[in-house]
């Protein structure tokens, strides 16, 4: 399995306050994404990064930003929470650009009340 | 604009066969299918590109149609491990980003 861990895994957060999400990888490779996933919509692109300091905006980005300091790690951050972002948050790494195989994170189950 | 799949959901028996079809209104140049199972993360299958061949993984197989930009995920005798969500995503030749935009899902579940 490749090696990509997120934290936290469980989070209750109320409405109007800051979450930051946590993506860590062992595998060296230069892309990685964050989705949301909710009933009905698969999973939805937020943004991406490909490379250090390098990230873009994805297909629902409004209300999230992210960073990208180190290699390993990607930090998912809403500036303050609301109910529509309650859903699980995956993290994502691929070696290559558009997608290629990518491998996925175990996921965050984030509810904002 | 997502692709659509369909069925948005199958039962099976053990050693049925199933398709999941994924359509797409843009131009594509590949197609992804993943698995998830209850759970858990989303697992990779197969990619399908422009002008490529059709992809095989155990009994698991899938075509890609250029000109109707549609893709095919064939299940032949099913087992129970097939059981899960899946997704296909694809890859628009027009897409400055090269992301890939993921269908709804359509969960099987394959049944002893």
């Known amino acids: 399995d490749a090696g990509i861990t997120q934290s936290p895994r469980h989070k209750v957060t109320e409405t109007g306050t800051p979450v930051t999400l946590r993506c860590h990888q062992t595998?060296?490779?230069?892309?990685m994404y964050w989705y949301r996933q909710d009933p009905g919509h698969g999973l939805r692109l937020i943004h991406y990064?490909?490379?250090?300091?390098?990230?873009d905006k994805g297909e629902v980005s409004d209300g999230y930003s992210v960073s990208r300091s180190k290699t390993e790690d990607f930090l998912l951050t809403l500036e303050s929470a609301t109910s529509s972002q309650t859903s699980v948050y995956f993290c994502?790494?691929?070696?290559?650009?558009?997608?290629?195989?990518?491998?996925f994170g175990p996921g965050t189950r984030l509810t904002v009340t | 604009q997502q692709p659509v799949q369909s069925p948005q959901a199958v039962i099976l028996r053990e050693g049925e066969d199933a398709v999941i079809n994924c359509s797409s209104s843009?131009?594509?140049?590949?197609v992804h299918w993943y698995r998830q199972k209850h759970g858990e993360a989303p697992v990779f299958l197969m990619i399908?590109?422009?002008?490529?061949e059709q992809k095989g993984h155990e009994k698991i197989s899938a075509s890609f149609n250029e000109k109707k930009q549609q893709s095919s995920l064939y299940l032949t005798a099913s087992q129970l491990s097939y059981s899960g969500t899946y997704f296909c995503?694809?890859?628009?030749?027009?897409?400055?980003?090269?992301?890939?935009?993921f269908g709804g899902g359509t969960r099987l579940m394959v049944k002893p």
């Open positions: 994502a790494i691929s070696e290559l650009a558009g997608g290629g195989e990518q491998y």
């Open positions: 843009k131009a594509l140049y590949s």
């Open positions: 995503g694809t890859r628009a030749i027009n897409n400055a980003g090269n992301m890939l935009t």
């Open positions: 399908l590109l422009k002008g490529g």
């Open positions: 990064s490909y490379g250090v300091k390098d990230t």
């Open positions: 595998e060296n490779h230069r892309y």
